[in-house]
């Protein structure tokens, strides 16, 4: 029991961190929002710092486990690239700009860490993805990789953001769904990209899109 209330801290803390920002977030808001009184909160964590340090940790493990889930489905080839890129897509865009500056500022030490978690293993995972698509002869052989994880990251943190997505007519998914479209037919080597945009079909348009099953 008592683990499942730190539990729960921890998981409302990585919910509130990257959307209002580290330093915006109080303990006083973290026990209206989980119903528990700042004695208990205290109990757990003795600062907002540990519980920070916690939060960290705890997001590298969920990361660590979806990522060898992933790698260690038995689909085919393009399916696992696709949830690969929707996972990574997912952890980039997760904290906004406004909260990713706000981390930098308050706590500069996560963001290295995390920056160097990116580039040293979630990286290094995608690139070992095209590596294998070459072998197998759906990616091309002519990529640069290095220069194709930052497009990616890039077009990502620069679209999937609320500040851009409010302004816009599409929706996450739709905005999802086109730089993975963009990503694949850039990568993709023509054998491949005819099969599968002839294959899988956007049930809205009717027309031919890369996306899994």
Partial sequence: MANDIGQRIIEKAAE????????????????????????????????KDALADAVFKWNISSVK?????IMSEHVNYLERLYKLCE????????????AQQDLIRHRPDLWKRLELYR????????????????????V???????LVMLVLA???????????????????????????????NGVLTDKARRHYSTKYKNPKTGKGELHAI
């Fill in 154 to 184: 890039s077009a990502v943190e620069g679209i999937l953001t609320p500040e851009v997505l409010t302004t816009q007519s599409f929706s996450t998914e739709d905005a999802f769904r086109g730089i993975i479209n963009i990503f694949f």
């Fill in 119 to 138: 580039k040293q293993e979630i990286f290094p995972i995608f690139k070992n993805m095209l590596d294998e698509g070459i072998k197998l002869g759906v």
């Fill in 16 to 47: 509130l961190f990257p959307r209002q920002g580290f330093s915006k977030v109080t303990m006083d808001e973290l026990c209206d929002e989980l119903g528990i009184s700042k004695k208990t909160l205290y109990r757990y964590f003795i600062s």
């Fill in 87 to 98: 996972f990574i897509s997912q952890f980039l865009s997760r904290m906004n700009k406004t």
């Fill in 65 to 69: 486990n979806n990522l060898l889930a």
């Fill in 140 to 146: 091309r052989n002519d990529i640069q990789k290095d």
